[in-house]
């Protein structure tokens, strides 16, 4: 079946705009989690969707990102008036759910965003 | 805190070598450990899951294993070839969603 998608896989946007980037996680998966990867960086956690509701967004950087996710399934990350330091490749994945080894992630491509 | 290192950073071996990647973490109270490989500009791949409760889960030449006590995890690689070549990351979740990755080794097999 079909994996973890993302879009879009390149971004390039100027300082200061809104931009938005979509995670279409596996058919059925209920958990998704968004990351965030700088250039010779590790993975760094953002936040965690259960369903449409988020238990833990205590990654988020700033409150110029936001996520949200509806009908269980699509996932949007919004980083408002952008800034240098936001640029990096973003992360989306999904597992089936919590328990024993459907808590297993898989992840998307990434959509890589460089802000100028 | 958990926090979550890997050693070696960078690894380079002949074909055919076996080697064992290391990952230990500062605190034991976990819930699992996922081993991920991550080729260049690509998103990860995942390579086994250990829980808690487990020591270790093998799936055909690798093998990882899980000291919760010690706070340590290795991957084993059995007959390294050179399509082995990747970033190989440790993630560890503890209770709650978050999941903390180490920053990686990259590996090398030489043909």
């Known amino acids: 079946g079909a994996g973890v998608s993302q879009s879009p896989s390149n971004k390039v946007t100027e300082k200061g705009k809104d931009v938005e980037l979509r995670c279409d996680p596996i058919s059925g998966h209920t958990a998704l989690y968004w990351y965030r990867q700088s250039l010779g960086q590790g993975l760094e956690f953002l936040i965690y969707f259960q369903g449409n509701s988020a238990p833990d967004k205590s990654g988020l950087p700033s409150d110029r990102f936001s996520a949200e996710r509806t009908g269980g399934s699509v996932s949007t990350l919004t980083i408002q008036r952008t800034q240098q330091e936001d640029s990096a490749v973003y992360l989306c994945?999904?597992?089936?759910?919590?328990?024993?080894?459907?808590?297993?992630?898989?992840f998307g491509p990434g959509t890589r965003l460089t802000v100028l | 805190k958990q926090e979550v290192t890997q050693i070696p950073a960078a690894l380079s071996v002949p074909e055919g070598e076996n080697l064992v990647l290391n990952c230990s973490f500062t605190d034991s109270a976990i819930y699992n450990l996922q081993w991920f490989r991550q080729d260049p500009g690509k998103g990860l791949t995942s390579l086994l899951l250990?829980?808690?409760?487990?020591r270790e889960q093998t799936s055909g030449r690798l093998n990882a294993s899980l000291d919760k006590s010690s706070g340590r995890s290795t991957l084993y690689i059995a007959a390294s070839q050179p399509g082995d070549s990747a970033t190989y990351l440790c993630?560890?979740?503890?209770?709650?969603?978050?999941?903390?990755f180490g920053a990686g080794t990259r590996l090398f097999v030489k043909a």
């Open positions: 250990i829980q808690s409760s487990q």
């Open positions: 994945a999904s597992s089936p759910g919590l328990a024993g080894l459907t808590d297993t992630q898989y």
């Open positions: 993630a560890v979740k503890a209770g709650g969603f978050k999941t903390i």
